[in-house]
């Protein structure tokens, strides 16, 4: 059972969670965490006692302490934006917890990140760069996830009997991979493929996902204030960076002819999330801070997890609805919009979420995804994981979804204004 994120699900004794994860059990597979919170205490207890094996969540020493000591296997996290690794490291390297239980993974990697940095092997690098043995590292990263998943009979280490999926290095620090083998076979070797990879022909249900309903105009993105012409406070997404928690904010903002307005010296721009999967119209309007937009513009994407409708932020109104109605003319996709310019696109047409173009055509296409951002102001390790993540309705601690503004830590739904 992958990942399961409704902790206060879990330890609140939600029926449908228990059964869920009962049933995982009776399977004899395993049931994989998702504990999204700093509480170490009673609700983390209930939540491992619940059943959940493993958490790739933690972003602090005492977060890999914690699961470690409570049974669980610490997933040590090197994503595109999430850099937790090097804190939660030293509970092995400081603190001489056993390595074996451990495990490092990537969590989101973009394709920028996949083809110019790697995958696990980039992980791996890093670990030993935190002053992990080459061999401990490597090892976190094959034989204690194998053993993990009850999988070791057929992968995780080089011994009889398993499955022939074998790395060449020629350094075990720097970790260079000068050939791949899988299942007995050289599929790449220096950099390249070198086997012929079939065409998969995705089924027609798979495209053609993004259902706006109607063209989306400016006017979609009004938020109306409860006087004309007044100052209101508002609860406020607070992004932080390299991480996938935000904060619940408040920021005191201007209305201007009964429409509540955005205040770039703030850092405070609109979100909105489009309903994209049953063509309603339906517009959820919020506020976000942390993306240092300085221009106008407005970014979109219809990767937005988990229920993964249109997320578009922005600066300026008219550019919203130019990126959320581009996105629906491609099928879904990332796009920038800057003075009403349409300055990156990358499309997704495979259910709004998937490319269907070769992995160093949409690495190029994303790097240059970077740059619009970069050109609209926002530094951002990774703006585009820190977007898709702001209607994930399951980590603390405010988030959109069709409903509203979810305040995750009360698990409710709760209004735009605070009073």
Not at 218 to 235: K, M, Q
Not at 322 to 336: D, Q, S, T
Not at 357 to 373: P, S, T
Request: hydrophobic fraction near 45%.
């Amino acid at each position: 059972l992958g990942e399961m994120m409704n902790f206060p699900g879990v330890f609140m004794s939600d029926d449908k969670m228990h059964a869920e994860m009962a049933e995982t059990m009776k399977a004899n597979k395993v049931i994989g965490g998702h504990y999204a919170a700093l509480d170490l205490g009673r609700p983390f207890h209930g939540y491992v006692a619940g059943g959940p094996a493993d958490d790739h969540e933690g972003t602090r020493p005492e977060d890999a302490v914690a699961r470690v000591r409570q049974g669980m296997k610490a997933m040590l996290r090197l994503g595109s934006a999430w850099y937790d690794v090097a804190t939660q490291i030293k509970a092995i390297t400081e603190l001489g917890l056993d390595s074996r239980n451990f495990i490092l993974c990537t969590d989101d990697s973009h394709s920028g990140t996949l083809v110019n940095a790697g995958h696990m092997n980039r992980v791996v690098r890093h670990a030993i760069a935190q002053g992990l043995k080459p061999i401990t590292a490597i090892q976190m990263a094959t034989l204690n996830t194998a053993e993990h998943f009850g999988v070791e009979k057929d992968i995780g280490s080089i011994t009889p009997g398993r499955y022939a999926d074998i790395i060449i290095s020629s350094n075990l620090v720097e970790l260079p991979i000068e050939v791949v083998i899988s299942a007995g076979e050289v599929v790449a070797e220096n950099g390249r493929i070198a086997i012929d990879l079939p065409t998969y022909n995705y089924p027609a249900f798979a495209k053609n996902t993004i259902k706006l309903g109607k063209q989306l105009s400016a006017n979609d993105f009004d938020i109306p204030a409860p006087s004309i012409n007044s100052t209101i406070e508002v609860r406020t997404i607070g992004v932080i960076e390299n991480q996938a928690p935000t904060h619940a904010l408040t920021h005191t903002l201007p209305a201007k002819q009964g429409v509540l307005q955005m205040d770039m010296r703030q850092d405070v721009c609109q979100i909105a999330l489009v309903e994209r999967h049953r063509a309603t119209g339906k517009v959820i309007n919020g506020f976000v801070n942390g993306f240092g937009f300085d221009v106008d513009c407005a970014i979109g994407s219809t990767v937005a997890h988990d229920s993964h409708h249109m997320i578009v932020v922005g600066t300026n109104k008219p550019d919203m609805a130019l990126a959320a109605n581009r996105l629906g003319e491609v099928g879904g996709g990332v796009v920038v919009f800057k003075d009403g310019i349409e300055i990156a696109l990358v499309e997704l047409p495979i259910a709004g979420l998937m490319s269907n173009e070769r992995a160093e055509i949409v690495a190029q296409k994303a790097a240059r995804m970077v740059a619009a951002f970069n050109e609209c102001g926002c530094t951002l390790n990774n703006a585009f994981m820190q977007l898709s993540l702001l209607a994930l309705v399951v980590i603390p601690e405010l988030r959109i979804s069709d409903l509203g503004l979810v305040d995750v830590t009360q698990f409710k739904v709760v209004p735009l204004f605070t009073d």
